[in-house]
């Protein structure tokens, strides 16, 4: 690009003219500004208009006098004359004077900042459990069944009148969470809107079966791809922990998230995964913050599942684990 022209407009204005030869090609591109400084060149195509010759009583005209006039950028130093169509030389227009928009004032005053527009306090957290009944709803949801409570007369009694002996003193069931707990928590892309109600399960697991018996693996869509205590780079493949531990799953089990997620866990690895719970001893549990609706039917034979829901009750709890 030269000036206020383009090539292609030089190519486009020859192919309309029909220019063929050299010095048109030198007189169109001096009038397009992208030549020399032949700007009074006529146009191509112009040919000059024999004038008539002088009476006899008229007086030869000067060639000077003849082109001065307001077509003539002599005797129109500005430029600012322009010569009538098909009349005089075409020249270049000189750029016009450019300004800067007129500066804009509000006609009302600006709101006032908020109080606390220094302050970067997050929004009050609302759990999807109710907070009043979170606790009795992860015992009821952690506890192990152990032969460990009061002695049973009954069946004492009835193993001695039948005149069997008493391998072992009988006992009846007791929950307990002595065993551990294990949480497979999914930080996927589809978990992202409950991070916080991850991290809120999580401590309040902590507060009710202990700091020391609480391990904490963190996965993406699938724990079998890698978990961890660190950073992804860390993860390693999942191994269950030792037998007797409960293994709480907090994920969608690949149900929710973008629809066409490329690293969705499927219902295979997942089956896989709580195989491999089972193999090593321990039991499984789920939390899922997904409507019942949105379940897949392979879900319930493979472990219970807990909606993760302000209308989860005990006995909703209790229901699911049977």
């Given at each position: 690009?030269?000036?206020?022209?383009?090539?292609?407009?030089?190519?486009?204005?020859?192919?309309?003219?029909?220019?063929?030869?050299?010095?048109?090609?030198?007189r169109?591109?001096?009038?397009?500004?992208?030549?020399?400084?032949?700007?009074?060149?006529?146009p191509?195509?112009?040919?000059?208009?024999?004038?008539?010759?002088?009476?006899?009583?008229?007086?030869?005209?000067?060639d000077e006098?003849?082109?001065?006039?307001?077509?003539?950028?002599?005797?129109?130093?500005?430029?600012r004359?322009?010569?009538?169509?098909?009349?005089?030389?075409?020249?270049?227009?000189?750029?016009?004077?450019?300004?800067?928009?007129?500066?804009?004032?509000?006609?009302?005053?600006?709101?006032?900042?908020?109080?606390?527009?220094?302050?970067?306090?997050?929004?009050?957290?609302?759990?999807?459990?109710?907070?009043?009944?979170?606790?009795?709803?992860l015992?009821?949801?952690?506890?192990r069944?152990?032969m460990?409570?009061?002695l049973?007369?009954?069946?004492?009694?009835e193993?001695?009148?039948?005149?069997?002996?008493?391998?072992?003193?009988?006992?009846?069931?007791?929950?307990?969470?002595?065993?551990?707990?294990?949480?497979?928590?999914?930080?996927s892309?589809?978990?992202?809107?409950?991070?916080?109600?991850?991290?809120?399960?999580?401590?309040?697991?902590?507060?009710?079966v202990?700091?020391?018996?609480?391990?904490?693996?963190?996965?993406?869509?699938?724990?079998?791809?890698?978990?961890?205590?660190?950073?992804?780079?860390?993860?390693?493949?999942?191994?269950?922990?030792r037998?007797?531990?409960?293994?709480?799953?907090l994920?969608?089990l690949?149900?929710?998230?973008?629809?066409?997620?490329?690293?969705?866990?499927?219902?295979?690895?997942?089956?896989?995964?709580?195989?491999?719970?089972r193999?090593?001893?321990?039991?499984?549990?789920?939390?899922?913050?997904?409507?019942?609706?949105?379940?897949?039917?392979?879900?319930?034979?493979?472990?219970?599942?807990?909606?993760?829901?302000?209308?989860?009750t005990?006995?909703?709890?209790?229901?699911?684990?049977?």
């Open positions: 690009m030269r000036g206020e022209a383009w090539l292609g407009d030089l190519v486009r204005a020859a192919r309309e003219l029909a220019v063929s030869t050299d010095e048109e090609w030198a169109l591109a001096a009038l397009l500004g992208l030549g020399g400084a032949a700007t009074t060149a006529p191509v195509g112009h040919r000059p208009v024999p004038q008539p010759p002088p009476a006899a009583d008229e007086e030869p005209v000067d006098d003849a082109t001065a006039g307001p077509g003539n950028p002599a005797a129109d130093p500005a430029g004359g322009a010569a009538p169509s098909g009349e005089g030389e075409v020249r270049l227009l000189t750029p016009v004077e450019r300004t800067a928009p007129r500066a804009f004032g509000w006609t009302v005053d600006a709101l006032p900042a908020p109080r606390n527009a220094g302050r970067a306090e997050p929004p009050p957290h609302m759990p999807l459990f109710a907070p009043r009944s979170t606790a009795a709803l015992r009821t949801a952690l506890a069944i152990a460990e409570g009061e049973d007369f009954d069946r004492a009694a193993q001695i009148a039948q005149a069997r002996p008493l391998a072992e003193i009988p006992r009846r069931p007791l929950p307990t969470l002595r065993h551990g707990v294990q949480i497979l928590a999914d930080v892309v589809s978990m992202e809107p409950f991070a916080r109600d991850v991290e809120d399960v999580i401590a309040r697991v902590r507060a009710v202990g700091a020391a018996g609480t391990q904490v693996l963190r996965f993406a869509d699938v724990p079998a791809r890698g978990a961890g205590t660190g950073s992804r780079g860390s993860w390693q493949p999942y191994r269950p922990p037998p007797g531990t409960q293994v709480l799953i994920s969608d690949g149900a929710g998230g973008p629809l066409f997620n490329p690293w969705r866990g499927t219902g295979a690895e997942w089956a896989a995964t709580v195989g491999a719970i193999r090593g001893g321990c039991e499984a549990i789920a939390f899922v913050p997904l409507p019942e609706r949105l379940w897949s039917r392979s879900w319930r034979p493979l472990l219970p599942v807990i909606a993760w829901d302000r209308g989860t005990v006995s909703k709890v209790m229901g699911a684990r049977r």
